[in-house]
């Protein structure tokens, strides 16, 4: 991910070789005026600048360049100096290199220190003459020793960036830039800022900030823009602000047309992101010949799958004839690309091409550390990687050291190792102590580790700091962890990485107490973090706003935005996620299936498993791609290889199911255990199924497969909270019930929505509520077919129960039910025909109905058709119906065939059968067998007669719900029959009962009984 730091300190770098002045430290006023038109030459060379720069008076070039012109005339060789610029440039006076190097050339004859150092420039640059980097170099350290401001900052930039052969050295930075200010170069200013802004501290940054600014100095303007853009320790992030400060310097210095690009493209806020703006900044600068917009070019097309237009602006700027200093970056970036297989010229042979190309033609040290990760990492060559990170050192990369301490850390040459690490520390480093730490770490010197990270952190290294907090989260230090000890290092650290982490604890109550203030404060750091380009920290945002976990509420837009600004840096993450979005149409965007694939398999060539995953689902059902069963294995084995379980879960299905594999059960279920104790719900939940039902060789076994299905439940399938959802309403467990229901409702398990919706029917565990109840009923039906949600739906609006009473529509949903296999739905519709609801009536219709639900499985239909033919006086049909539903285990069917023989209905009567098939409903606990008993012992059918055996039963069944068990244990209490003593208060309860659930019978007792 590009930053805007790096980018404002390349322009820094650049700029510095072209605004050169020597002033003392004041602005223009009345004063300076008057002692410049009094003939004061200081006075007018200092007016000039500040006309230069507008700095006290309005800018104006003409205006400068006369009074540059007036302070020469006078014979003042700075002034000069100055006007030789004019003459590079082509600006106000003609573009003329020959005069720009005979001026410089006659003021270094002269002795001027100044004068010295920009001759030195002119070889720099190769302008008026060829260009010769160590005759430059020796010309501006001459100028620095004769006390030059030029050549002193000119020096200061080469140790801070660590070019022309210095290393990088931030303290020996800050000393040369402090004795340039001293010698009157003001431009010094903007560098120390920069300089501190490379080295973290904020408060310094903002002091030579405000001091630059005395000048408007533009390069320190990009800077604040930047500062303010990101957010600092000093002031708060305001993208607004940071991209009308950087659009001022665009329009008033036609520079800076690089970051106001990226200002504009890469804002967090969508109203403040503006990629047209963007690309227009980037062109006008390409234009210009810029290689920064040329690369911001090439990085925006590359991301946007347009590779030919990418190629071409990074090869523009490899083959400027001019030059330009990012020719070196432009050859790491090829590499980058090629390296990551995303255009033809692709794979590790071109990255070395490039790379190769970066170090021997443009002496780039990005590249040669490029080519010691490559051996280090990639060829395990620790001899070449060693070579590569020593070149790149000396072509100014001091961070290259890390590098070679790292091989000798490797190798096991610790000494070497912490060698090493001190001379990267004796060039001003104080990461230095970080790796120094890391030696330490791996001894192990606990007690050295600590001394190490400690140093680091007076040192102010932000990676020591870092460190430190993450040792007091974990507890690594003291028995329990130390949360305010790692906010402090944390808040020290300020890392992107450092506050995500700080973000998370105050997110996960670790810090705070989760209250919304502690919220909003976590969600403020992971953002900065995330301003900061912390991929770790985008995510996140991007997931909690995705599944509106802490946030409050799911934003899907807002997910969105993160995910893509991941994907547009090239991070695999980010491909899958929008390949999800537009999978599902969300947040925004409209379904495109061809768009979905084209990104997980983006992020599939990038070795991302989820989307591995993915496509291995598409190709193993033919969704989206063609059908292939052995590639969509692979997919599988491929995402399984980068630790994705549920692909782990998928090979034990290819397995069970022959997808792209014989069909081997003993091979599937490693596969499943193992997936299952990695988490994945699903795998738990097959093994759950294979112990419920006796599948796949296993033995039924409760215990084991309510092991699973709670494991499974724990993992989030919804699957597994509907079966133990159903399972406690078999048990009678209904508040418990509904909670797994509701669970797998959110999961989006469909059974369990309509069976949750039931219970919000029937006030079963949970309030009624009717009507929201309908409307799950309906959000179901609208998604899939399910059967129970239309045969809800039927029954609903045939008694117009949480929604408008419609037979027709009645009928119309049960239709839908029955034709998609609903027993339920055939009988509820066996007695619409029967009784004319939303049609004739129709017996013929009915009867065929339930013989429908019969051959369905339905043994309510049984007894439902039995009850029809007794009716009629069918009895033998009625019967067969009864006898069926009985055989079947029907508690139901077994009083209907009692009563049955009891009577004699279509069968030689006997009270024996008829008691025994009430005992066995009995013994089943079910309330109507409790009721046929009681009647038994009431009229003495098989038992002797006994009133008060009769009322047990009775009130047997009336606990059990049974209304006509209330209305008569209410009776005989009432009456005070044989054996029953009378008992008002009990008559009175049990009437109540029934009467609460409107049996009339109890409710006209009741009044009686008044």
């Given amino acids: 991910m590009k930053t805007l730091a790096n980018s404002f300190l390349s322009i820094a770098c650049c700029l510095m070789l072209l605004f050169q002045c020597s002033t003392a430290n004041a602005q223009a006023d009345q004063k300076l005026i008057d002692k410049a038109n009094a003939g004061d030459i200081k006075a007018m060379r200092l007016l000039a600048f500040c006309y230069e720069r507008g700095a006290g008076v309005a800018h104006d070039s003409a205006m400068a360049l006369q009074w540059y012109q007036r302070a020469a005339d006078k014979g003042d060789g700075e002034a000069w100096l100055c006007i030789s610029r004019y003459y590079r440039e082509g600006r106000l006076l003609p573009a003329d290199t020959a005069r720009f190097l005979a001026i410089r050339k006659e003021w270094a004859d002269k002795g001027l220190p100044n004068g010295i150092a920009a001759l030195g420039y002119a070889y720099l640059l190769g302008c008026g003459v060829e260009a010769d980097t160590t005759k430059a170099m020796n010309l501006i350290e001459e100028a620095a020793r004769k006390g030059s401001g030029w050549a002193l900052g000119s020096i200061g930039d080469n140790y801070t960036y660590g070019v022309f052969g210095y290393p990088r050295n931030n303290k020996l930075a800050e000393q040369y830039y402090k004795k340039a200010l001293k010698a009157g170069d003001l431009v010094n200013y903007a560098r120390l800022a920069y300089l501190y802004s490379i080295m973290g501290d904020t408060k ?46 665009v329009s008033q210095n036609n520079m800076a047309f690089d970051e106001a690009g990226q200002m504009f493209m890469d804002a967090t806020d969508p109203a403040l992101r503006d990629s047209l703006k963007a690309l227009s900044y980037w062109q006008k600068g390409a234009a210009q010949g810029d290689a920064g917009c040329r690369l911001s070019l090439a990085r925006y097309y590359l991301n946007n799958q347009q590779f030919d237009k990418s190629i071409r602006y990074l090869k523009d700027v490899i083959n400027d004839p001019a030059g330009n200093e990012q020719q070196g970056a432009t050859c790491a970036s090829m590499a980058r690309i090629c390296f990551g297989g995303l255009v033809k010229e692709q794979g590790s042979d071109s990255a070395l091409y490039w790379l190769n190309m970066g170090v021997d033609r443009f002496k780039s040290a990005e590249c040669a550390t490029m080519l010691g990760d490559f051996y280090a990492e990639q060829q395990n060559d620790v001899t070449k990687a060693i070579a590569f990170y020593d070149k790149a050192f000396t072509l100014g990369d001091t961070d290259a050291i890390v590098g070679i301490g790292r091989m000798y850390a490797y190798t096991g040459q610790t000494s070497e190792a912490i060698s090493t690490f001190n001379r990267y520390i004796s060039y001003g480093r104080p990461d230095g102590y970080y790796w120094l730490a890391m030696a330490y770490d791996n001894i192990p010197d606990t007690g050295k580790e600590l001394e190490a990270l400690n140093n680091g952190d007076k040192a102010g290294s932000a990676l020591c700091q870092q460190v430190l907090g993450n040792i007091y989260e974990a507890g690594a230090i003291g028995d329990k962890p130390d949360y305010k000890k790692a906010e402090k290092y944390y808040l020290k650290s300020s890392t992107s990485a450092s506050l995500d982490k700080l973000g998370v604890l105050y997110l996960n109550g670790s810090l705070g107490k989760q209250s919304p203030k502690d919220i909003e404060k976590g969600l403020a750091y ?119 379980a549920s692909a782990v879960y998928y090979i034990g299905r290819s397995y069970l199911e022959g997808c792209g594999v014989d069909i081997d059960t003993s091979a599937a279920i ?336 009741l009044k009686r009984m008044k």
């Fill in 204 to 249: 310094n940054t903002w002091k030579y900030i405000r001091e630059a600014k005395k000048w408007n100095d533009p390069t320190v303007r990009i800077l604040e823009a930047g500062c303010y853009f990101i957010g600092t320790a000093e002031v708060a992030a305001d993208q607004r602000k940071a991209q009308q400060i950087i659009a001022d310097v």
């Fill in 526 to 644: 992971v953002q900065k973090a995330a301003d900061m380009g912390n991929i770790d920290a985008i995510y996140r945002l991007g997931h909690l706003y995705e599944t509106g976990n802490v946030v409050g509420e799911a934003d899907q837009e807002k997910a969105l935005s993160y995910f893509k600004l991941l994907a547009d840096n090239n991070i695999p993450a980010g491909y899958f996620k929008m390949g999800l979005y537009y999978e599902l149409g969300d947040g925004g965007l409209e379904q495109d299936m061809a768009k979905a694939v084209e990104y997980y398999n983006r992020a599939a060539d990038m070795g991302y498993g989820p989307a591995m995953r993915y496509l291995g689902d598409f190709y193993r059902i033919g969704q989206y791609v063609p059908l292939d069963k052995k590639k969509a294995f692979e997919y599988y084995n491929n995402a399984a290889s980068q630790g994705d």
């Fill in 670 to 1005: 490693p596969y499943l255990r193992s997936a299952a104790m990695q988490n994945v719900g699903q795998a738990a939940f097959l093994l759950a199924e294979f112990y419920n039902f006796a599948k796949g060789g296993f033995q039924a076994d409760g215990d084991s497969a309510g092991y699973y299905y709670m494991m499974a439940h724990n993992n989030g399938s919804g699957d597994a909270s509907y079966r133990i959802g159903r399972q406690l309403i078999n048990e009678n467990y209904p508040k418990e019930a509904v909670e797994y229901l509701s669970v797998g409702a959110r999961r989006g398990n469909y059974d369990a929505m309509v069976l949750f919706a039931v219970c919000l029917q029937e006030g079963y565990g949970i309030d009624a509520n009717p009507e929201e109840a309908y409307r799950i009923f309906e959000n179901v039906a609208s998604r899939v077919d399910n059967s129970s949600a239309y045969y809800y739906m039927g029954t609903a609006r045939l008694n117009g129960r949480g929604c408008q009473q419609s037979e027709r529509l009645g009928k119309l949903y049960l239709d839908t039910a029955a034709a998609l296999g609903n027993t339920g739905a055939m009988v509820a519709l066996a007695q619409c025909y029967l009784n004319g609801y939303g049609c004739e009536p129709d017996t013929a219709a009915a009867i065929q109905y339930y013989r429908q639900a019969i051959d369905g499985g339905s043994l309510a239909a049984c007894n439902r058709l039995g009850y029809l033919y007794e009716a009629r006086e069918e009895y033998e049909k009625a019967v067969a119906c009864y006898q069926q539903s009985a055989d079947g285990g029907n508690y139901e069917g077994m009083c209907c065939l009692g009563l049955c023989y009891e009577k004699g209905h279509g069968v030689v009567l006997s009270y024996r059968k008829a008691y025994d098939l009430y005992k066995r409903a009995a013994d089943a606990g079910y309330h109507r067998g409790y009721l046929m008993i009681a009647f038994c012992y009431l009229e003495g059918i098989f038992v002797e007669e006994d009133n008060a055996k009769a009322l047990q039963w009775f009130e047997k069944s009336a606990e059990a719900g049974n209304l006509l068990a209330m209305y008569n244990a209410a009776s005989m209490y009432e009456e005070g029959e044989d054996g029953v003593k009378r008992d008002l208060k009990r008559a009175k309860y049990w009437y109540q009962k029934a009467a609460a659930e409107g049996y009339e019978p109890a409710v006209n007792a």
